[in-house]
Each structure stands twice: as structure tokens, then as C-alpha cells.
């Protein structure tokens, strides 16, 4: 079975620096891509940017780029959203999901990241 | 950017009644490998999106046969023939022809 464990809620206070992880088990961890997706409180879904796990092939949009890193682990199947100076409207759930290159076709539960002084 | 807009933005439904949503793109969704890369989302309450239909009109493993997708180019309609309690929920299209884009949401509602 198909499995994306994402890690646990954050509370930051701005400025701080943070990196999620999302684990993927039940396939071939660097067969597939992995992307992230914010959704601020209330609102709907943004697609961040994809990571390929087999050479770290990385795509992020550009409505996120320079605000964001993805990485991934291929030795321990983990991928990595992090920020390196956090603001509120960081604030947000934030979901990986298994991205075959059409569609995204499994989702982590989501972690919500707090941002507040 | 691709732009996706759905309608309506909210849909109360009488259960067991038909529900449809419009996905329209400001651009052609056909990908010059002849592919369309339109997919549907369900995103229950407190829960992460699930993935309905991919590719225009294929339902994804496990999901019931009342829910179809159809349309080409740029509009595109997600169908559920007849509405449950458990379909309470907002539905997102969204394109991966280019850099993912999704559409607003449409929130169903039961009356």
C-alpha cells in the first residue's frame, strides 16, 4: 500500500528556519516524483514545486521560488520542504503527494505550520 | 500560468439528486504528446485531497462509479450521478499540461 507520512504540526515564530519531511513507503521510492502543495487557512490548493527522489530533478514554481527548498533522501525515502526564514503568511497545512508526472495520486495527511510572534 | 475556473463556487444538492461542476482553462489542455492532464480532487472536511479522475475521465482505484469526468481543450465537467452524504466536500480540478495550476474549489453541500 501506497503510504506518504508527513511529520508533525510546527508552531514558528518568524524568522525562523524549518524543514518538513514527507516518508513514502509501499513503491519504488525514485521511480516516482514528489510534490508539495500549500493551503493557507480557508483557501484552496497551490502547487509548490516537485522533487525527483532518483537525481533530485527539482521544479518549483515560480510563485515560490526563492522562498522555498525541496529536497529528498532517497536512502531513507524521506523528501524535504524547508524555508530558511519564515514570515506569517507562511502560516498554512502543507501536503506532499505522490506525483507521476499527470496528476497528484496519493497525498500525505498534511502538516500545519504555524508562524506567529 | 494556466488559469483554472471553476463553477459554481458552491452547490447545495438534495441527496440522491445529480450535481455537476464546470472546469474551464484559458488555455488548451492538450499536451503535445496528444495527452489532456485534467484531473479531479475531493477534499473532505479536515481531510487531504483525494484523487477522483485523472486524464480527463479515468476514475482512480476505489472511486465509485457514480462520479465521471468528461469534457476536452478547455472546459470540462466532473458529474456525480447521484449525490451521497459522503460526497460532502470541495471538489478542485487541475491541469499538469504545464506547471500544475488548480481551480478555486466548489464546495457541495447537501440542502
Known amino acids: 500500500e501506497v503510504q506518504l507520512v508527513q511529520s508533525g504540526a510546527e508552531v514558528k515564530k518568524p524568522g525562523e528556519s524549518l524543514k518538513i519531511s514527507c516518508k513514502g513507503s509501499?513503491?519504488?521510492?525514485?521511480?516516482?516524483?514528489i510534490g508539495w502543495v500549500r493551503q493557507m487557512p480557508g483557501k484552496g490548493l497551490e502547487w509548490m514545486g516537485i522533487?525527483?527522489?532518483?537525481?533530485?530533478?527539482?521544479r518549483i514554481s515560480p510563485s515560490f521560488q526563492g522562498q522555498v527548498t525541496i529536497s529528498a533522501d532517497k536512502s531513507i525515502t524521506t523528501a524535504y520542504l524547508q524555508w530558511s526564514s519564515l514570515k506569517a503568511s507562511d502560516t498554512a497545512m502543507y501536503y506532499c503527494?505522490?506525483?507521476?508526472?499527470?496528476?497528484?495520486?496519493?497525498w500525505g495527511q498534511g502538516t500545519l505550520v504555524t508562524v506567529s510572534s | 500560468d494556466i488559469v483554472m475556473t471553476q463553477t459554481p463556487l458552491s452547490s447545495p444538492v438534495t441527496l440522491g439528486q445529480p450535481a455537476s461542476i464546470s472546469c474551464k482553462s484559458s488555455?488548451?489542455?492538450?499536451?503535445?504528446?496528444?495527452?489532456?492532464?485534467l484531473s479531479w480532487l475531493q477534499q473532505r472536511p479536515g481531510q487531504p485531497p483525494r484523487l477522483l479522475i485523472y486524464?480527463?475521465?479515468n476514475r482512480f482505484s476505489g472511486v465509485p462509479d457514480r462520479f465521471s469526468g468528461s469534457g476536452a481543450g478547455t472546459d470540462f465537467t466532473l458529474k456525480i450521478s447521484r449525490v451521497e452524504a459522503e460526497d460532502v466536500g470541495v471538489y478542485y480540478c487541475?491541469?499538469?499540461?504545464?506547471?500544475?495550476?488548480f481551480g478555486q474549489g466548489t464546495r457541495l453541500e447537501i440542502k
Open positions: 509501499g513503491y519504488t521510492f525514485t521511480n516516482y516524483y
Open positions: 488555455e488548451s489542455l492538450v499536451h503535445s504528446d496528444g495527452n489532456t492532464y
Open positions: 522533487i525527483n527522489p532518483g537525481d533530485s530533478d527539482t
Open positions: 487541475m491541469q499538469a499540461t504545464q506547471f500544475p495550476t
Open positions: 486524464k480527463i475521465s
Open positions: 503527494a505522490l506525483y507521476p508526472g499527470e496528476y497528484f495520486q496519493h
